[in-house]
């Protein structure tokens, strides 16, 4: 059984750029959900996947994007970067239960200048 | 809408002390609970959770959290800590209804002392 993995580990952007960050889900989860995690801070929900569609969404602007596949991985897009967009983004795979649990990639670090 | 905070933001203990991190949450509907662990530059490990029978709930490497509904609690405890325990936990919870996101205390970090 393979965990959550993400892509790339670490990336510098400048303001105004755009940005896909990369999420394989475990295998057997359906859902994806991405996090936001700023320095020092818990993490912040920014959306979360089932089957393809947005299946809910924090409080993040519409320049966050999300994409899930067929084979359940998934993209998040952030268009026009902001200093403010320096963080860590994890991404969570889980199967959609009532119980479920969300089990956690190593996160991509976003540094934008 | 749910929320948890963790009332400390630092706990230094030494080696083979107890130690107990605190967690409080509020929600409006029933609850799941958990715990996860971040070690320096790494993402999320589940510790444990809390989904429904036993309100007292471990870990395989000796930790343990209490349900208590009534004191809207989940409290992580360790009788006996280890240099190798020294990470930042963050305490979660996500309501029973159809919303399915994580929400996250801004976590403890935890310095086990020689």
């Known amino acids: 059984e393979t965990g959550v993995t993400q892509s790339p580990t670490h990336l510098i952007k400048t303001r105004g750029q755009q940005v896909t960050l990369r999420c394989s889900s475990q295998s057997g989860h359906n859902t994806v959900s991405w996090y936001q995690q700023a320095l020092g801070q818990g993490p912040q929900f920014i959306f979360q996947?089932?089957?393809?569609?947005?299946?809910g969404r924090g409080n993040f602007p519409p320049r966050f994007s999300g994409l899930q596949f067929p084979n359940y991985s998934s993209e998040l897009n952030v268009n026009a970067l902001e200093l403010d967009d320096s963080a860590l983004y994890l991404c969570?795979?889980?199967?959609?239960?009532?119980?479920?649990?969300?089990?956690f990639g190593p996160g991509t670090r976003l540094l934008v200048l | 809408a749910q929320s948890v905070t963790q009332l400390d933001s630092q706990v230094p203990v030494f080696e083979e002390a107890p130690v107990e991190l605190r967690c409080n949450y509020s929600?409006?509907?029933?609850?799941?609970l958990f715990w996860y662990v971040q070690y320096p530059n790494q993402g999320l490990q589940l510790l444990l959770k809390y989904l429904s029978g036993s309100t007292l709930v471990e870990s395989i490497n000796g930790f343990e959290a209490e349900f208590n509904k009534s004191q809207t609690s989940f409290h992580l405890r360790k009788p006996s800590v280890h240099i190798s325990d020294t990470a930042e936990y963050f305490c979660?919870?996500?309501?029973?209804?159809?919303?399915?996101?994580?929400?996250f205390g801004s976590g403890t970090q935890l310095t086990v002392l020689p």
């Open positions: 929600s409006s509907v029933s609850v799941y």
């Open positions: 996947y089932y089957r393809e569609e947005e299946n």
């Open positions: 979660a919870v996500r309501g029973s209804g159809s919303a399915r996101q994580l929400t």
């Open positions: 969570a795979s889980s199967e959609q239960t009532l119980q479920e649990t969300q089990y």
